[in-house]
């Protein structure tokens, strides 16, 4: 799930103490840079996953991120 860094700034901004990696990429985050995303799956469940906003916005990392398939 998230890990916690403890001790380590941010990797995208660098101001920031950082309090989780990126599920993508692996930088460390802060509160400010991190997205949230839930991956539901089966009945009811889901799993929580962290992302920076790159990661996050690409479909081959994030797979929910990509774009809709018609017909």
């Known amino acids: 799930m998230i890990t916690v860094v403890e001790n380590r700034h941010c ?3 660098g101001n920031a103490e ?3 990696l990126c599920n993508g990429c692996g930088k ?3 509160r400010d840079c991190r997205v949230f995303d839930i991956w539901c799956y089966g009945c009811g469940h889901g799993e ?3 992302f920076c906003k790159q990661c ?3 479909p081959a990392v994030n797979i929910w991120k990509g774009e809709a398939k018609s017909g």
Do not use: F, G, I, S
């Open 56 to 58: 996050n916005d690409d």
């Open 11 to 13: 990797e995208v901004c």
């Open 28 to 30: 460390a985050l802060c």
């Open 18 to 20: 950082a309090v989780v």
């Open 48 to 50: 929580t996953y962290a």
